[in-house]
């Protein structure tokens, strides 16, 4: 089974701003493929969804698999991936299918960010120097997955910002 299903490719897209802290590859600014920034909002029509800023000290680049991604102080990078009519689970079984995929890990959290079966589900993990922050969530039709990552030192000064950037996020109807 090697295809690239939900799984793989909602772990490629950890796997590669991972690979591109620990690499300290330079990114070149983009916008998303199928969205776009207007003003401080990165709007992606297709899928339904708006998400904001997080504030200037953070740039837009592209990371294969990504719908927006964004480099910030210290190297960190932050990103939203989007899948929509895939096969839905719970946000916990989803998260954990995505936290197997990303290889050798030690797992240092992992919650329910409020009330029910279907709310969103975080996860922080170290992968070798690097701490990384996934939530993953369902609205409507549609699997959400954010991704922090960082080293040791950019990713506590970093979770601010992720966390309003999250906050941010809105879904709309999806333009047909």
Known sequence: MGGRGPRSTRASTAIAIGAALAAGVALACAQGKSGAWTGARFVHAGRGYEVGSPGTAWSPIAIDGAD????????????????????????????????????DHELLESEALGEGSDAPWRQHLRVGDLEIETITALRGECIFDWVLAASQDAFPPAQPAFRQWRESFSVRAPRS
Do not use: D, N, T, Y
């Open 68 to 103: 927006v991604s964004l480099v910030g102080p210290g190297g960190a990078l932050m990103s939203l991936s989007s899948r929509c009519k895939a096969p839905l689970a719970p946000p916990q079984v989803l998260a954990r299918h995505l936290r197997f995929s990303i290889g």
